[in-house]
C-alpha cells in the first residue's frame, strides 16, 4: 500500500488534534479555556498553511512524475514505492490513519437466486511513525459485515509489521506483512484495480491477501530497481482438507496460515525485482518458495510460486499482464492416504490474464475508465500419478472474460460495474456492482 | 549500500541460510512409546483383570475386552454372558476400549449433531464414569452395590497398595473408594499405550514406512469416495492438521436400520425395541424421538478382528457387514423378513415410529430397490482388504 497520502495526513491533523485536547489538564476557569482555544485554533491555522504548502509541493512532484499513473480512473500508481523513505518535514504527523472498503453485488445471470450483495471487507489502517526512519504499519479488517460464532464474517489484522530505513536505499521490515507476488497482493484497495471483484489470478492462484510473519529486505534503487527479498512463515499442507472443495477454489489459500499460530517449523524464502525505469512502465517477477509439511508428514513438501508481471500506463491507456505458476512437491505420497477423496494436492497449478483499461472521460475529480480483462486459471492443472484409477484427473482451464467500468466520483472513491463471463462454470456469469474507497 | 546496510543484509542472509535449514527432512512419527504406568494406573490394570471383583468371580473387564484381540471379545457371541452364574446374557455387542482415550464426554455440536460419549448410547461421560457400570450390571459383574465391590477388593492382594495410594481408611467408605477403582480403570486405559498403539500398517503407511498392495489402496480410494464407499463421511481416514493419526470414527451417531438380531434373549419379546440414544436409562433423551434408533458410530481400527459387528452384533464379518452398507436399499428382502402380507419388514429392529429416522439420504444409503448397490462385490473386497490394514500389531 502507498502510505503518507495527503488525506491521511489531513486525518492525522484531526487526529492529532483531538488527541492534544484530551491531553490538557482540567482548566479553572472559562477564560483560559478561551485562551486555549484561541491558540489551538492559531496553531491550526499554521497547520492548515503547512499542509496546503506540502500538498502543492507533492502535486508538482506527482503531475511531474505521472504520465504513467494518471491513466486509472481510480489513480492506482505504477510509481509506488514499496518502502516509503525517510520523512523529515516538520509538517508529517507522526501518527496515519487510513482505511478501505468494498461493498459489492453480485447477481448471477443464470442463477438468480444465489443474488448475494455483501460489505465485502472494511479495512481500518495505522501507522505510527517513531522517528524519521523507524515506523509500524498496522492494517484491521472486517469482513461480511458481522463476525461473531454464528455469522459469516471475519475480523483479522492484514498487517502489523515495523520498518526501518537503513539509508537511502535500504529499509528493513519485520513482522506480518504482505508478500511482494504479482501486482496485486500488496496494493489491493478496490480504487488500485479494475472490476468489482479482484482477479482470478491473483485470487486463486496468488492468494491475495496473503501476507506472512518475518523479516523482509527492501531496496529502491536509482536506476528504478526495487528488490524485495526476505524469510518468512510459509504454508500448511498438513491442514490440507481432501474432504471440502476447498482446495479446488484455491490452493494455496486453503493452506496459508496468516500468522495465526502459524506452524513455523518450515521457513520459507521469497524475493521479487520490480523496475519502473521508464515512466508508466513496471516490470518485474517474484518467487515465494519453502517447505510446507511442517515436520508433521512423512513427507516434505515444497510449495513454490513464482509470477511474472508488467503493466503499463502511457497516457490514458492503462494495461497489465501478468503469469503465475505454483507447484508442490511429493505429492504422491501426501496424495496416497487421501485417494478417493474429492479434493487431491495438486502438483502445479497456475494462471494468467491481460487486461487493459481506457480513461475514456474525465471531468473535474470525475473520471470513467472502461475496461476488459481475459483471464486463465486453473487449481488443478496436474496431479502426481498414483496409478490407474486413483490418480485425480486436471481440472479443466477456466477462462473468465469480465468487462466494465470504473467511476471515480472523486479520487479515492470508486464506483464500479461489470459482467463476467465463464467458459467451464457457465453457471457462474454474473454482473456486479461496487461502491470502495480508500483514503 | 551503507555499511550499516550491508551488515544488515548479511546477518539477514545467515539467518536465512540458518533457519530455512530447519526445512529438512520430516520427522519421525512413531508410535506412541511404552511409559511406566503411575500407581494409580498400575492399579487399574490389577484391577482390570482381575476377575474376583465380579458376583461369578470368572468375568473381568479384561474378560471382554481381549488385550489380544484389540481389547474386544475373543468369541462370537452377539453379546457376551455374565452375571453371577455366567449364565445371562448382555443387551448389546461388547465395544472396543481401545482408542477410547480420544473420545468426550456427550454433547451436541454447534449443528445440533450428538456427537462423543462411553457406551453405545454415550450416557457416561468419562472412562471413569463408564468403569462404574460393568460392576454393578446385573447381567455383567452382577456385584449388589459398591460396598459389595469394595468388599472383594479388600480381599485381593493388592489391597493394601490400594490403601496406600488412597488413603488408610478408603475401604472404610465404600462409595468414595468404588469412585477411585473407577479412576484407577480410567487412569489405566489413558496411560497404558496397548489402549492406543497405532501400530497398524496404515500407520505404518502413514508414517511413510511401508506401501499398500494396490487392492488396498483400492479399498481406501473407495473408502475415501463420496460418491461410492463413504465411509469416511463418519470413520475419517486422514491425519488431522497436528498430525495426529485418524482415529476412524467422528465420535458421532447414525441410525443404520439394522435387521433384528434374533440371537439376542431380549428380542425374543416382540414389543422390545433397542432404541439406543433415546432410551438411556436416564430418561434425559427421550423427548428426542429423532434420535431413536441411533448409536454410536465406533472406531474401525481393529474392525478385522471383531467376531461381531453394530451394537446388536447382527453380523459376524465384514462382507456381510459391508454387503449389507450397499444393498440394504437396493436388495432389502435378502436383509429382512417377510410380514404376513409377502412385503419385506424393513428396518425391523424399529417401531414403525421410528423407521423415518434411519438414515436414507447419505451414500451408500441413498439407493432405491433396483438400483445397483454404491459397492460391486469386487469393490467391497477391495475394502475389506483396507479395513485389514487397520488392525494393530502389523509386522512387516
Redesign the interface.
Known amino acids: 500500500m502507498a502510505l503518507f497520502r495527503p488525506n491521511r495526513i489531513a486525518a492525522a491533523l484531526a487526529l492529532a488534534a483531538t488527541a492534544s485536547g484530551f491531553g490538557q489538564t482540567p482548566t479553572p476557569t472559562e477564560a483560559e479555556l478561551a485562551r486555549k482555544l484561541e491558540q489551538l485554533a492559531a496553531e491550526l491555522a499554521t497547520v492548515k498553511a503547512q499542509l496546503a504548502t506540502l500538498q502543492q509541493q507533492r502535486a508538482v512532484q506527482a503531475q511531474a512524475a505521472a504520465q504513467p499513473a494518471a491513466a486509472a480512473a481510480s489513480a492506482p500508481s505504477v510509481a509506488a514505492p514499496a518502502s516509503t523513505p525517510p520523512t523529515n518535514s516538520a509538517a508529517a504527523p507522526a501518527t496515519v490513519l487510513s482505511g478501505y472498503a468494498e461493498l459489492n453485488y453480485n447477481r448471477p445471470t443464470r442463477q438468480p437466486e444465489n443474488t448475494q450483495a455483501d460489505l465485502r471487507r472494511f479495512v481500518l489502517g495505522l501507522e505510527h511513525r517513531f522517528s524519521p526512519t523507524t515506523k509500524m504499519a498496522g492494517e484491521i479488517e472486517i469482513e461480511h459485515g458481522v463476525s461473531s460464532?454464528d455469522d459469516p464474517g471475519e475480523v483479522e489484522i492484514e498487517q502489523a509489521y515495523i520498518e526501518h530505513q537503513?539509508?537511502r536505499?535500504?529499509g528493513?521490515r519485520g513482522g506480518l506483512f504482505l508478500i511482494p507476488i504479482g501486482l496485486l497482493n500488496e496494493y489491493h484497495e478496490p480504487t488500485a484495480y479494475y472490476g468489482v471483484e479482484r482477479n482470478f489470478v491473483e485470487t486463486r492462484i496468488i492468494p491475495t491477501t496473503w501476507r506472512e510473519g518475518g523479516?523482509q529486505?527492501i531496496g529502491q534503487f536509482g536506476n528504478g530497481i526495487t528488490l524485495q527479498t526476505?524469510?518468512s512463515t510459509g504454508f500448511?499442507l498438513?491442514?490440507w482438507d481432501?474432504?471440502s472443495t476447498e482446495g479446488q477454489e484455491s490452493p494455496l489459500g486453503s493452506i496459508h496460515q496468516e500468522m495465526a499460530l502459524a506452524k513455523a517449523?518450515?521457513?520459507s524464502?521469497f524475493g521479487t525485482l520490480n523496475w519502473r525505469g521508464i515512466p508508466g512502465l513496471l516490470v518485474g517477477s517474484g518467487v515465494f518458495t519453502?517447505?510446507a509439511?511442517q515436520?508433521?508428514?512423512?513427507?516434505?513438501s515444497r510449495v513454490t510460486l513464482w509470477d511474472a508481471h508488467a503493466r503499463w500506463t502511457p497516457g490514458r491507456w492503462d494495461v497489465s499482464a501478468l503469469y503465475t505458476r505454483g507447484t508442490i512437491s511429493n505429492t504422491a505420497?501426501l496424495n496416497?492416504?487421501?485417494?478417493?477423496?474429492?479434493t487431491l494436492i495438486p502438483s502445479a497449478f497456475d494462471g494468467y490474464y491481460v487486461q487493459g483499461a481506457y480513461k475514456v472521460w474525465m471531468q473535474q475529480d470525475y473520471a470513467l475508465a472502461p475496461f476488459v480483462r481475459w483471464e486463465r486459471f486453473n487449481t488443478g492443472k496436474s496431479y502426481a500419478d498414483?496409478?490407474p484409477?486413483?490418480t485425480p484427473a486436471p481440472l479443466p482451464t477456466e477462462t473468465v472474460w469480465t468487462t466494465g467500468a470504473n467511476f471515480q466520483l472523486t479520487p479515492g472513491v470508486v464506483i464500479k460495474a461489470d459482467y463476467q463471463w465463464f467458459s467451464v462454470n457457465k453457471d457462474a456469469n454474473r454482473f456486479n456492482l461496487g461502491l470502495g474507497w480508500a483514503f | 549500500m551503507t555499511g550499516l546496510a550491508r551488515r544488515a543484509l548479511a546477518c539477514g542472509a545467515a539467518l536465512a541460510l540458518v533457519l530455512a535449514g530447519c526445512g529438512g527432512g520430516p520427522a519421525d512419527l512413531e508410535a506412541p512409546a511404552a511409559t511406566t504406568l503411575s500407581e494409580q494406573a498400575a492399579l487399574g490394570e490389577l484391577i482390570f483383570k482381575d476377575a474376583t471383583l465380579s458376583a461369578s468371580g470368572r468375568q473381568a473387564c479384561a474378560t471382554c475386552h481381549v488385550e489380544s484381540n484389540a481389547h474386544s471379545p475373543d468369541n462370537a457371541l452377539p453379546a457376551q454372558p455374565g452375571g453371577p452364574s455366567m449364565d445371562q446374557q448382555g443387551g448389546r455387542s461388547t465395544p472396543s476400549t481401545r482408542y477410547l482415550g480420544f473420545n468426550t464426554a456427550f454433547f451436541f455440536d454447534g449443528e445440533g449433531t450428538p456427537t462423543g460419549g462411553f457406551f453405545w448410547d454415550g450416557r457416561a461421560g468419562s472412562l471413569q464414569a463408564q468403569a462404574h457400570e460393568p460392576f454393578l450390571n446385573p447381567v455383567e459383574m452382577a456385584n449388589g452395590d459398591a460396598a459389595d465391590v469394595v468388599a472383594k477388593l479388600a480381599r485381593t492382594p493388592y489391597a493394601e497398595e490400594f490403601k496406600r495410594v488412597y488413603g488408610a481408611d478408603i475401604l472404610a467408605r465404600p462409595a468414595d473408594a468404588f469412585d477411585r477403582i473407577a479412576l484407577a480403570l480410567q487412569r489405566y486405559q489413558l496411560e497404558d499405550v496397548e489402549f492406543r498403539p497405532f501400530t497398524s500398517k496404515y500407520d505404518e503407511f502413514l508414517r511413510g514406512k511401508v506401501s499398500l498392495s494396490a487392492q488396498e489402496q483400492r479399498g481406501l480410494a473407495l473408502f475415501n469416495s463420496p460418491v461410492k464407499g463413504n465411509c469416511a463421511g463418519c470413520h475419517p481416514s486422514a491425519k488431522a492438521a497436528d498430525g495426529s493419526h485418524p482415529l476412524f470414527t467422528d465420535f458421532t451417531y447414525d441410525n443404520l436400520g439394522l435387521p433384528r438380531n434374533t440371537a439376542l434373549a431380549r428380542n425374543a419379546d416382540p414389543t422390545f425395541f433397542d432404541l439406543g440414544l433415546c432410551a438411556r436409562p436416564s430418561g434425559e433423551l427421550a423427548s428426542r424421538a429423532d434420535l431413536c434408533g441411533a448409536f454410536k458410530v465406533p472406531s474401525l481400527r481393529n474392525v478385522a478382528l471383531r467376531k461381531v459387528l453394530f451394537h446388536n452384533g447382527v453380523f459376524s464379518d465384514l462382507k456381510t457387514a459391508l454387503t449389507f452398507y450397499v444393498q440394504r436399499d437396493t436388495n432389502p428382502g435378502k436383509w429382512y423378513p417377510l410380514k404376513p402380507d409377502g412385503s419385506v419388514d424393513k428396518f425391523n429392529d424399529l417401531p414403525e415410529g421410528y423407521k423415518a429416522n434411519v438414515n436414507t439420504t447419505e451414500v451408500p444409503y441413498n439407493r432405491r430397490l433396483g438400483d445397483l448397490p454404491a459397492l460391486s462385490d469386487a469393490e467391497i473386497d477391495d475394502v475389506i482388504a483396507f479395513l485389514r490394514t487397520l488392525s494393530d500389531g502389523y509386522a512387516p
Do not use: E, F, H, Y
Open positions: 460464532a537503513l539509508g536505499t535500504w528493513v523479516v529486505m526476505g524469510l500448511d498438513t491442514k481432501a474432504t517449523r518450515d521457513l524464502l519453502g517447505n509439511t515436520g508433521q508428514a512423512s513427507t516434505s505420497a496416497a492416504p487421501l485417494v478417493g477423496n474429492p498414483l496409478g484409477g486413483l
